[in-house]
């Protein structure tokens, strides 16, 4: 299957301070960019799809002013945690798609905890 | 909305065969999927549905009925690695312009000697 990468894997960082993460595709063009949450022992939740320079579309709930998301090209897309708290430690997952219909394919994750 | 209903937690033998069952409620259904997900990692995709009937990938076969809404994960010659969350995702055409998926809570496989 296709790769997708997600950098960094790891994060802690104190309150009150900024986190980006990026997702890159890198075998395919990624038209569509999906981020996901994932907190322990539950499901994956979508935060927000973005298609390639266009603005981003945000799940009821999620506030698009805190999550920042950037898709520039169609390889990166950037999820940026804005002012993170302790209740923004969670799992965040990206996803990737080349176009409707086909398959996503998940990156491996990057674990944010908030002190 | 969609109404995507699996198991919680199912055990089953080294060896065995094991069915994981997908239940789902949608208005545009557009392919069912399954993924795999080991314990702190990212999923993996396993497979994809769309039209109704058996997919076989090697140990791994997942099942479709569109009319009944229902879908399952077959896993064949269960190995210890096997052990991992199991998860449904539906997509459909009328929720967020065909972009997304919706996934079920998923079903923790636990594999035993």
């Known amino acids: 299957g296709a790769v997708v990468s997600q950098h960094p894997s790891w994060v802690i960082c104190k309150s009150g301070t900024s986190v980006k993460i990026e997702c890159r595709s890198l075998?395919?063009?990624?038209?569509?960019m999906f981020w996901y949450r994932q907190f322990p022992k539950q499901s994956l939740m979508l935060m927000a799809t973005?298609?390639?320079?266009?603005?981003?579309?945000?799940e009821q709930g999620v506030e698009k002013d805190k999550f920042l998301i950037n898709h520039a090209s169609l390889t990166l897309s950037t999820l940026t945690v804005t002012s993170a708290h302790p209740e923004d430690s969670s799992f965040y997952i990206c996803?990737?798609?080349?176009?409707?219909?086909?398959?996503?394919?998940f990156g491996p994750g990057t674990r944010l905890l908030v002190l | 909305g969609q109404n995507i209903d699996q198991p919680t937690e199912m055990t089953a033998t080294e060896g065995a065969i094991v069915q994981i069952n997908c239940t789902y409620q949608t208005s545009g259904f557009n392919g069912l999927f399954w993924y795999q997900q080991h314990a702190g990692e990212a999923p993996t995709f396993l497979s994809y549905?769309?039209?109704?009937g058996l997919e076989e990938k090697g140990r791994f076969s997942s099942f479709l009925s569109r009319s009944k809404g229902y879908s399952y994960l077959l896993l064949k010659e269960l190995q210890m690695k096997d052990s991992a969350s199991y998860l449904c995702?539906?997509?459909?055409?009328?929720?967020?312009?065909?972009?997304?998926?919706?996934f079920g809570t998923g079903t923790q496989l636990k594999v035993e000697l």
């Open positions: 075998d395919f063009q990624a038209t569509t």
């Open positions: 995702a539906v997509r459909d055409l009328l929720t967020g312009g065909g972009n997304k998926l919706t």
């Open positions: 996803s990737a798609r080349a176009a409707i219909g086909e398959t996503q394919y």
């Open positions: 973005s298609n390639e320079g266009s603005k981003a579309t945000y």
């Open positions: 549905n769309v039209l109704d």
